[in-house]
Structures are given as structure tokens and as C-alpha cells.
């Protein structure tokens, strides 16, 4: 009984959380035009959050770009269609890899940076500080930091495909023969822009609200110690990390199966 309690309690203050994230989210809503008509601090907060991050995303794009070539070529070659291979990476990037890759890492660069940001800041009495001159903290701090990170996230998994698909070239067509005409010209022939594109941009859009969320939702609500900003941040990471991946897994079932 206790073990069913327990269970219990557990998925109770699951629920109670998600809600509190669910009302945190309508806040910021209702505050957005208050720093939208300031976009100076959203300026700032992109490029905090997106142009700092560029470096990883840009070597870590080239790198699995170079991966999937060789992979992928490998593979198709097998079956003598090692032709194909910048059509497949090119699909596996836009559809899939990209989206997700991109978000984990920014997940894990810039939500909890703003995490330990916002953690610090509580920490320091400076949210209680703006409160007591009027200034709403959710307006000045939060919501600059939220449509940052949604403007960010999705630039910065374009970037990501194209370092990725610049790798499969590398890879394919120098170091192992591959025509350079066939590479470009089935790639363009098989990727399709409403189906591949623009789904691959709606995941990472969503996933971009997912992670953002949840940083300034932990930075926002953790306990105002050294040991509660550390808790807040860690949990932000592996929250968003398994949102991201569970969100996938429902992007990718109705955008590409049908359900």
C-alpha cells in the first residue's frame, strides 16, 4: 500500500507541476507586449541565447554531416546505390536529426544558462527588487528570454542542416567519388519542401517552446540558494531533453505516418 502511495503522490505532483508550468506559460502570453514593444531586450536576450550558441551548433552540424556520409554510403552501397547518399542524409537531417540534435544542444548550452541565470538572479533578491519598484519580473526577465529562444532555436537548426549536408558532401563526393551532378541533383529531386522543410521547421519551433519553457520556468520557481539554482539547472536539462525526445516521437507519428 505504501509503494501505491507513494506512486500515487508521485503522479500527483507531476500533474500539479505541469499545471504550474501550464499557468506560468499563459503569464508570459499576457506579459509579452510589454516587452515586445521594448524589442531591444529581446535583441539582446537572441543574441545571448542564439548567436553564442552558433559555434557548437556549426561544428557539431559539420561533424555529423561527415558521420551520416559515411555511414550512409556505406550502406546504400551494399545495395549499389551509393548515388543516393546525399539524398538520405539530406532527409535524415531535415526530417529528423537536425530538429532534435539542434535542440539537445541547445537545450543543453542555452536553457541552462538562462536557468542558472534567472536561478541567480532570484537568488540575489534582484526579481524581488524589481518588484517593489513596479516592474513586473515576468515582463522584464522572462518573456524576453521565452520569444528569444523560439526566434533562436529554429535559425539555428537551419544552420545546423546546412553544416550537416555540407559534410555529407564533403565526405561523399572528395574523399569517395560520388558524382557531384547525381549528389545535388536527387537530393533536390527527393526532398520536398512542404513535407520535409517546413515539418522539420515545425518541430524545431515546438521544441524551441518546450525547452525555453522549461529553463525560465526552473530558473524562475527554484529556491533562492547556491544548491537550489544547481537542482533547477540540472533539472531543466533532463526535462527538456525528455520532452524533446517524447515530442519527437508525436511530431514525427502524425507529420509522417499518419496517425
Known sequence: MKMIAALGNHVNNRLMRLGYISRFLIQILLQSGTC???????????YFIGVQSLIIILVSGIFVGLVLGLQMYDTLERFGSGEGVGTVVALALVRELGPV?????FASRAGTAVTAEIGLMKTTEQLSAMEMMAIEPVARVIAPRFWAGIISLPLLTSMFNVMGIAGGYLVAVPLLGVDVGIFWSQMQASVDFSNDVMNGAIKSVVFAVAVILIAVFEGYNSPPTAEGVSNATTRAVVTSSLSILALDFVL??????GI
Open 252 to 257: 514525427t507519428a502524425f507529420m509522417f505516418r
Open 36 to 46: 515586445l514593444m521594448r524589442p531591444r531586450l529581446v535583441l539582446r536576450e537572441t
Open 101 to 105: 540534435l539542434s535542440a539537445l544542444l
